[in-house]
């Protein structure tokens, strides 16, 4: 393994995220203010417990997990998308480092930069409600598995991407509509059986519902369900990933 690769491709990224470090605190922050007005008093309002929580601590967990998946895709899809577009990419691939090592590189800065979003929502939302978490190790395995694999997804998106209109497709057409739709600002249980059972095919809902439960102790499916769902999605990313380099796919001209 080249480690210094790794590292050059890491830092290389990370780079380019603090050279724009105000905008992407302050972007996240006043998301975050505005759903809480919008979601937490005009609703919350109407609404004021949803199984025993408050309505506005119980929105922060899909919140998170809105923010995470699409700031992983979208920096994992530019990271490698960018050096695709210029041809520097073809600088890496005739360089002595492995697809792995430059999976890692991409990812791992993309997955970094989504958990400081993740935690940077977190602590905007303990300004405005009280919260607890009643499982913090679980909370950080499912902030770090949704990070590494969103970001791996992203990484593929980046190199399907024929241009920059398509790195936001699969992010606002696609992956906002399946948080919204998948238990982000409501239980599962509110909505009537037959929609209960359709929503069930959102793969969304899982981790959205064992992120969740690491907060609350609470949750609409069985969390080792939660756990092998977003396994099962990080191994296929890999898997696609994996055959992309084999087969050169979108890469090589």
Not at 26 to 32: A, N
């Amino acid at each position: 393994m080249n480690w210094t690769a790794v590292a050059s491709i890491y830092r290389f990224e990370m780079a380019r995220f603090f050279r724009t470090l105000m905008q992407s605190f302050l972007s996240p922050v006043m998301s975050t203010s505005l759903y809480f007005v919008v979601f937490g008093a005009a609703i919350g309002s109407r609404i004021d417990q949803v199984e025993g929580i408050a309505y506005g601590a119980f929105i922060v967990p899909g919140l998170i997990m809105l923010s995470v998946m699409t700031q992983a895709i979208s920096n994992a899809s530019f990271g490698i998308y960018f050096p695709k577009f210029i041809g520097t990419i073809y600088e890496l691939l005739s360089a002595p480092v492995n697809f792995l090592e430059i999976v890692l590189g991409y990812v791992g800065a993309a997955a970094t930069k989504a958990l400081f979003i993740g935690v940077v929502i977190m602590a905007t939302a303990a300004l405005f409600v009280d919260l607890t978490i009643a499982h913090p190790l679980a909370m950080i395995l499912f902030l770090l598995l949704t990070c590494l694999s969103f970001a791996l997804l992203g990484f593929i998106i980046g190199i399907w991407a024929g241009n920059f209109e398509q790195l936001q497709l699969v992010p606002l057409m696609i992956v906002t509509p399946l948080v919204f739709l998948g238990g982000s600002f409501y239980s599962i249980s509110m909505l009537p059986p037959i929609w209960q059972k359709i929503t069930m095919f959102n793969p969304v809902v899982y981790l959205i519902s064992g992120f969740r439960w690491a907060f609350f102790d609470t949750a609409d499916v069985p969390v080792g369900l939660s756990l092998l769902a977003i396994g099962g999605f990080t191994t296929l990313c890999l898997a696609v990933i994996w055959w992309i380099f084999k087969t050169g796919w979108r890469i090589r001209s």
